[in-house]
């Protein structure tokens, strides 16, 4: 019975954005609905049909411009993401999504950003690294605490996938951007961002960037930022003595052998 209501779907979408500019609102409703429909008959359509009927449907709903339907894509995104291959979400998906990044509507913002989460994995390192990095970073200045603090805890989570060097270049501004945040719920993130990448950042990095800024915040306003900097504090001072010790010993092992 699903495989009948797939192309039935399809069809909507297709004459629904043909007919867009001219009926608007007839247009919205048919996508609001069929795009949720479609959700569902996706898992269980062979690779070879999707890519055939139904990719080049749902990539040009895409090219709406309209919030309601830009909303039902950005809900129903997890399985088409499953569907695609990392080539499709790099040129034709990643730049549409991330467009709505300059919507005025703060919903459609958080949802976009909230989306990424299906689609980080097939990113390519270039995408990955740069694009995305730069438009996370912006979105760090967002009016809306809720979106600058969910932005953070993004970059929390997809900090080991980074490169190394982009790691030590970029992963510090970030953290620390958030942690000097007006708003505690994102000084809390930044503080929880830290607690979840110091072992990535080289002892250099934690000491003369990390360091300084985590202090401030353990005499914070707020209980549970005071609470997390310390911590992060107490694991960087254990850091720093680790490099201490080894240090010292390097320089024994160095004084013994010239003897």
Same mark, same amino acid.
């Given at each position: 019975?699903?495989?009948?209501? =797939?192309?039935? *779907?399809?069809?909507?979408?297709?004459?629904?954005?043909?007919?867009?500019?001219?009926?608007?609102?007839?247009?919205?409703?048919?996508?609001?609905?069929?795009?949720?429909? +479609?959700?569902?008959?996706?898992?269980?359509?062979?690779?070879?049909?999707?890519?055939?009927?139904?990719?080049?449907? +749902?990539?040009? %709903?895409?090219?709406?411009?309209?919030?309601?339907?830009?909303?039902?894509?950005?809900?129903? #995104?997890?399985?088409?993401?499953?569907?695609?291959?990392?080539?499709?979400?790099?040129?034709? +998906?990643? /730049?549409?999504?991330?467009?709505?990044?300059?919507?005025?509507?703060?919903?459609?913002?958080?949802?976009?950003?909230?989306?990424? $989460?299906?689609? %980080?994995?097939?990113?390519?390192?270039?995408? #990955?690294?740069?694009?995305?990095?730069?438009? *996370?970073?912006?979105?760090?200045?967002?009016? /809306?605490?809720?979106?600058?603090?969910?932005?953070?805890?993004?970059?929390?989570?997809?900090?080991?996938?980074?490169?190394?060097?982009?790691?030590?270049?970029?992963?510090?501004?970030?953290?620390?951007?958030?942690?000097?945040?007006?708003?505690?719920?994102?000084?809390?993130?930044?503080?929880?961002? #830290?607690?979840?990448? $110091?072992?990535?950042? /080289?002892?250099?990095? *934690?000491?003369?960037?990390?360091?300084?800024?985590?202090? $401030?915040?353990?005499?914070?306003?707020?209980?549970?930022?005071?609470?997390?900097?310390?911590?992060?504090?107490?694991?960087?001072?254990?850091? +720093?003595?680790?490099?201490?010790?080894?240090?010292?010993?390097?320089? =024994?092992?160095?004084?013994?052998?010239?003897?």
């Amino acid at each position: 019975r699903l495989h009948k209501i =797939g192309p039935k *779907l399809v069809l909507m979408v297709e004459q629904a954005v043909r007919d867009f500019a001219g009926s608007r609102d007839a247009s919205r409703a048919t996508l609001c609905n069929a795009l949720p429909a +479609l959700a569902g008959v996706l898992p269980i359509i062979p690779d070879d049909v999707f890519k055939a009927r139904y990719l080049e449907p +749902l990539m040009s %709903v895409w090219a709406v411009n309209d919030r309601g339907v830009r909303s039902a894509l950005l809900h129903n #995104l997890k399985p088409l993401a499953a569907k695609v291959d990392s080539e499709t979400v790099v040129r034709r +998906l990643f /730049d549409p999504m991330v467009a709505a990044f300059a919507d005025s509507n703060k919903t459609i913002r958080e949802l976009t950003l909230m989306s990424l $989460v299906h689609i %980080v994995d097939k990113l390519d390192e270039r995408t #990955l690294n740069d694009k995305l990095l730069r438009l *996370l970073n912006r979105l760090q200045s967002d009016p /809306d605490h809720g979106i600058r603090t969910n932005t953070t805890i993004f970059v929390g989570r997809i900090a080991p996938k980074l490169k190394p060097g982009t790691r030590q270049r970029a992963l510090p501004a970030v953290i620390l951007k958030a942690m000097r945040d007006p708003d505690h719920h994102a000084r809390l993130a930044g503080a929880k961002a #830290l607690q979840a990448c $110091v072992g990535l950042f /080289d002892t250099a990095t *934690l000491a003369t960037k990390i360091m300084p800024q985590t202090c $401030v915040l353990c005499l914070d306003k707020s209980t549970a930022v005071r609470e997390v900097s310390i911590s992060c504090a107490d694991t960087i001072v254990t850091r +720093l003595r680790r490099n201490h010790e080894a240090s010292r010993k390097a320089e =024994g092992d160095s004084k013994n052998d010239s003897a």
